[in-house]
């Protein structure tokens, strides 16, 4: 790696990579660690804490078992 230009982490496995152009998965070291970080994500490995945004998700008129045929 070149000492010009930034060097972070892969938040994944954490292996040092260099942020640059040529590095089309950044922040990621590879396409793997990539999606290894999307399904996290999908299955809620990942979460941002706090209360959600839009209260209309939570709200009974989504309730499937409630909607009219």
């Not at 942020?19 to 070291?29: E, I, L, M, V």
Request: hydrophobic share 20%.
């Amino acid at each position: 790696m070149s000492d010009d230009r930034p060097t972070l982490s892969c938040p994944t496995c954490k292996k040092p990579i260099e942020w640059s152009n040529k590095n089309p998965h950044r922040p990621f070291c590879s396409e793997r660690c990539k999606l290894i970080d999307l399904g996290e994500w999908a299955s809620e490995g990942h979460k941002i804490p706090g209360q959600p945004v839009y209260d209309d998700v939570l709200s009974d008129d989504l309730d499937p078992s409630k909607t009219r045929h």
